[in-house]
């Protein structure tokens, strides 16, 4: 029977005889009493129903089963960091290969302004999968799918794939030239898969757009998502931008006189939000607007870096710049410089950039430009914004006399491409160094756009090694740069080669680069954000997204202190060290804060700019290394062996417990399931049958020990009763975890993997008993059975004089039982004038009992007991807010920048797909809009609309079709875990609520986490501030950026620049006449294509 479900009316009604009412309140003496007579029940209860001391001599009578091992912490990491340099170089060598190769080829390909229809085939990874999809298309191909373990989609080691922007024509000359070179490239991709089978993603991103990928894979699966808009461009991430161009130093100008209000105004401002994307982490900005003075947008005094926060708030702070007064070109441009030359600031120390944003002006600021940039070692791009008859000769000027560029952007369309083109200007001097540039980096971790999960990438740019000419400087090496080359690496490759289950469940490896932003760490698990992408990727209208990098830093994945800093600092220097600190610890679950010691090791990851570490508990210092037999097949073949596999039979339940064993990778056959029933008996089975060395022998004989082990406990158990215990619980780091008596199993909802189980992380750290609160119902849902409490604690073993914590033992305690038996040690008999003890619902005084996060435990009030996992002070706020200001309880706020919110609603009358732009009626009528780069773009979804009319009907119903939940942004969330700082025992204090009272007194309950508390009822003074303090996590702005801009963390920039060479030829500097096409043929276009939209939209 289980005694969880025992129903309300069982408690304990304790009445006292005399019927008085209570006027004293209790001395602190007798709390002290009642606290102790508490604390006695309680521990005997659990030091007998658990046995934690006999499976401790469980151990050590079996000690011939196995030996005590050293974590050597050094050799660890130098190991570890050894493996990661060689899995990086190899991928280094095979991008080198492509690399050479690319160049190569383009170099031999022949310019054509006309192919024939055999000379080019390539698969559109856009094309549906369905067979006629490629049918009447020019130059397509279908490859022949299927599913790959590996990458998990459909892949075609045969091909590549091709995948064009949405706003790119891919029948224009430049890209059927670029097409055909490339196809080349198919058979090097091959052949470094030939060589090297682990090896992921290859992929080739152009300067024009164009990404040229192997495997073949489908971009997204059409017959799935038909309506789905692609908005991708290589050239916009995180890989390519790091690529193609040194770092930099930006200074947006933006020209805020009155002369750009409205539509051009608006152009501008996203134009800024578009060229802010074109940054990195490693790159640093600030915005401005001028007229006759200059402003800041945002709060920053100087250039910050380009990280999301940074460029969210820039962005945001755009849209703010309103347009009045006359242009002094000359105030903006010498602010600009000086914003340039301030030194004792946190800089990118490369390129040197000005981007300015105006409509145009008679002024050349020629004085300012000479004063400051005579050596022209700050390069000046302009843009011509809005559609005007302003002469655009001097701000041409500026770019061309500057060693930057002028680009015109008249509408709309236009933002995307002219705010991305200047990498290539940038790219001149990479080209030029040759060699020097070519310099493999590897970026920060970011989400994989054809879903591979988190990885890191290797890149190295290539050049264009042909030669021109032109009547200036005769015959001489082409500047441009191809593109960037790029090959992935899975952050699980490089997990695999960080052994993970030697150093116990809080001992763990990170791995930072040169920005401090961890690629490895425990705490780096956007799966909110992974989740929340693939239910866009799977929805019928979702529209692909600009995917932000995951960019955690170290000091916001664990919590910060000052040696914490120093240990960044020396990491990101390239450091080797070791320091043992006592730091605080968030638990797995993000509700606690525990003290621990941790020793940290660490040392660089040569030929790379990153640093590996590796952070060990004292009690992780040695691990347990079963030695059932010298290999798999004598280890299952002995005594020992054969009577532990039978504890885990599923028949055996009822006499060794419920057992459950960690979901890892014991075999390599071996699937996971996720049902843990299924996976033992699929691991009974499979052990029988499986040859020795399919099987990681480490892990499966640990495992078996530990099955042994345990097993001998529960049969302990089975010997004695014990009251008030609903179930008793053991749980190894081999990965067993025993739950008895077996029906207790069915209200087990502890994560199986005992290295991911946060009350067992918890109790390791801890030397006491750790009372742990039932995660509270917060939706209201009747719950299916009374809660019940877990108690847990560290089973200590030392040999050798050698400190291990192999296993953690612990009880579930009845609720009801665990009342009776707290109402009873504070009843006193024969009280006359003072409060008679914690009776059951007593008008008078509430007692609880809370854990050292603050979660309600116990109650004398039965309203109470039905918050039993509730943070207390969203129960009583005014008595939670004294005990933190009494320092009962300290807390702790911290940041998560890795969780997904629900976006603001916008209005209805706002409604449409997101991420789309729609032309305007003035947009339609504009040349200038037609001849921009979104022209084709809307032209095809005109076309599409016309031969499924259902499309255009879809798109418009999409904001009703989709819930909220396919549209969360991501976004910080704040949390704050409270935490017993001190050794004080005793607590007391009044809480003043102006016209009325209450006492309380307080005690610690010692060996355990938990509080006692007595107070004058709630119910007898309502005038204080009811308003609950919040504990869960909640949407947040996060730290104020513009504080941290004053201090920003330590970082380092790459060792190499490349942003001025003497050869430069900077005689193409826009101005051309690709935006001034023949517009009598325009213009009957425009009109054709806007009766067809009107038609489509009032049909």
């Keep these: 029977m289980d005694t969880c479900r025992v129903p309300a009316w069982v408690f304990l009604v304790l009445v006292w005889q005399g019927g008085c009412l209570a006027s004293q309140f209790p001395t602190q003496l007798m709390i002290k009493e009642w606290v102790d007579q508490m604390q006695k029940e309680l521990v005997t209860l659990a030091d007998t129903a658990t046995g934690g001391m006999s499976l401790t001599q469980i151990f050590l009578r079996n000690q011939h089963l196995y030996s005590v091992e050293q974590n050597d912490a050094e050799e660890l990491v130098a190991r570890a960091a050894r493996n ?11 991008l080198k ?27 559109n990874s856009k094309d549906n999968l369905d067979a006629n999809e490629t049918e009447g298309k020019k130059y397509r191909l279908r490859p022949d799918f299927k599913e790959d373990a590996s990458f998990r989609r459909l892949t075609d080691h045969n091909h590549t794939a091709v995948h064009i922007p949405t706003d790119i024509y891919d029948g224009s000359t430049i890209v059927l030239n670029e097409l055909n070179w490339t196809e080349a490239l198919e058979d090097v991709f091959r052949k470094n898969r030939e060589d090297d089978p682990t090896l992921l993603w290859q992929v080739f991103g152009s300067a024009t757009g164009l990404a040229r990928y192997f495997p073949a894979s489908p971009w997204m699966d059409a017959r799935k998502t038909p309506s789905k808009i692609d908005l991708y461009d290589v050239r916009r991430r995180p890989w390519y931008i790091q690529g193609a161009a040194s770092p930099k130093d930006m200074l947006i100008l933006v020209d805020a006189s009155g002369s750009v209000s409205g539509l051009t105004l608006k152009l501008i401002r996203t134009s800024v939000s578009e060229m802010l994307e074109t940054l990195s982490d490693d790159d640093y900005v600030n915005v401005v607007y001028f007229n006759t003075r200059v402003k800041k947008t945002a709060c920053f005094d100087h250039l910050v870096q380009a990280n999301v926060r940074n460029k969210k708030l820039l962005k945001d702070a755009v849209q703010n710049i309103t347009a009045k007064g006359i242009t002094n070109y000359t105030k903006g441009f010498e602010f600009a410089f000086e914003q340039l030359s301030v030194k004792n600031v946190s800089r990118a120390n490369c390129n040197k950039i000005i981007m300015l944003f105006t409509d145009g002006g008679e002024e050349r600021a020629q004085a300012i430009l000479e004063k400051y940039n005579a050596d022209k070692k700050v390069r000046i791009f302009t843009f011509s914004v809005g559609q005007h008859n302003y002469d655009k000769g001097p701000i041409q000027w500026m770019a061309c006399s500057n060693k930057g560029y002028f680009y015109e952007i008249p509408s709309i369309g236009a933002i995307r491409i002219n705010t991305q083109e200047y990498l290539d200007v940038l790219g001149r001097p990479m080209v030029l160094a040759d060699k020097q540039a070519k310099q493999i980096q590897w970026t920060n971790v970011y989400l994989d756009a054809l879903e591979l999960g988190l990885v890191i990438t290797g890149t190295l740019p290539v050049f264009n090694r042909t030669m021109t000419v032109d009547e200036r400087h005769g015959e001489h090496q082409n500047q441009l740069i191809l593109g960037v ?30 920005n401090g932003y961890v690629l490895l760490h425990p705490n780096l698990q956007p799966k909110k954000r992974i989740g929340n992408r693939k239910l866009r990727l799977n929805d019928k209208y979702a529209v692909t997204f600009h995917e932000e990098p995951v960019t955690l830093d170290l000091l916001d994945a664990e919590l910060e202190n000052d040696i914490k ?35 940290y090791t660490w040392a660089p990851v040569n030929g790379t700019d990153y640093s590996l570490a590796l952070a060990l508990p004292k009690y992780s210092e040695h691990f347990i290394q079963a030695k059932l037999g010298e290999d798999m097949k004598e280890a299952m073949s002995s005594t020992w062996g054969q009577g532990a596999m039978e504890t885990m039979q599923l028949d055996r339940f009822d006499e060794f417990g419920h057992t459950y064993i960690a979901p890892r990778e014991y075999c390599k056959e071996l699937k996971l399931s996720l049902n843990n029933t299924q996976f033992l008996l699929d691991f009974n089975q499979f052990i029988e049958r499986t040859p020795p060395e399919a099987c990681n022998v480490s892990l499966v004989s640990r495992l078996i020990l530990d099955a042994g082990l345990t097993a001998e406990l529960v049969q302990l158990w089975n010997e004695q009763s014990v009251d008030g215990i609903v179930a008793r619980f053991v749980a190894t780091d081999g990965g067993i975890t025993r739950v008895y008596p077996r029906s207790a199993a069915e209200e087990w909802s502890e994560n199986h993997e005992t290295y991911e189980s946060s009350f067992y992380k918890r109790t390791l750290d801890n030397e006491i008993y750790i009372f742990t609160a039932p995660a509270f119902n917060t939706e209201g849902r009747e719950p299916v059975s009374e809660p019940c409490i877990l108690v847990s604690k560290a089973v200590d073993l030392t040999i050798d004089k050698v400190t291990l914590k192999p296993a953690v033992v612990g009880v579930k305690l009845n609720i009801s039982f665990w009342m009776n038996s707290f109402m009873n040690a504070t009843l006193k008999l024969n009280c006359k004038d003072e409060i008679c003890g914690c009776l059951k619902n007593d008008k008078h005084v509430d007692c609880v009992i809370l854990d050292d996060g603050g979660f309600l435990l116990m109650s004398n009030q039965d309203e109470y007991i039905s918050l039993i996992g509730q943070f207390f002070g969203e129960v009583d706020p005014v008595l939670m807010i004294n005990l933190v200001n009494t320092s009962l309880y300290s807390f702790n706020k911290t940041y998560d920048y890795q969780s997904v919110c629900d976006p603001e609603k916008d209005s209805k009358a706002a409604a449409g797909p997101r991420s789309v732009y729609v032309p305007t009626i003035a947009d339609l009528l504009s040349v200038g809009w037609w001849a921009s780069t979104a022209a084709w773009s809307i032209l095809q979804q005109l076309i599409y609309g016309l031969i499924f009319p259902n499309l255009l009907e879809a798109v418009e119903s999409a904001e009703e079709e989709i819930s909220d939940a396919m549209f969360k942004e991501s976004c910080i969330t704040e949390q704050t875990q409270y935490f017993f700082d001190n050794d004080e025992r005793s607590y007391s204090g009044v809480l003043d609520c102006g016209n009325c009272s209450r006492m309380y007194r307080g005690e610690k309950l010692p060996n355990t986490n938990l509080v006692f508390l007595i107070t004058d009822a709630k119910a007898t003074c309502l005038s204080c501030d009811p308003r609950p303090l919040r504990q869960a996590e909640q949407p947040s702005e996060g730290p104020d950026p513009c504080e941290l801009a004053q201090n920003p963390r330590y970082r380092k920039g790459p060792d190499a620049c490349f942003d001025n060479n003497e050869n430069e030829d900077d005689s193409e500097c826009g101005g051309g006449t690709c935006l001034s096409p023949c517009h009598w043929p325009m213009l009957g276009l425009q009109l054709l294509l806007l009766w067809l939209f009107t038609s489509l939209r009032h049909s």
């Design 84 to 94: 990661i340099e060689q899995l990086l170089r190899k991928r280094s060598a095979a």
């Design 485 to 514: 080359m790029g090959i992935d690496v899975s952050l699980d490759d490089i997990k695999k080669l960080t052994p993970r289950f030697t150093i116990g469940p809080n001992g763990y490896y990170f791995a930072i680069d040169p």
């Design 565 to 599: 800093v120093e240990i960044r600092k020396m990491m990101i220097d390239g450091e080797i060290g070791e320091r043992t600190i006592d730091t605080l610890v968030k638990t797995q679950d993000e509700r606690y804060i525990d003290r621990g010691i941790r020793t």
């Design 97 to 123: 290969k492509l690399a050479a190769a690319a160049e190569q080829f383009q170099v031999d390909h022949t310019w054509k302004d006309e192919f024939e229809d055999d000379e080019i085939s390539y698969y």
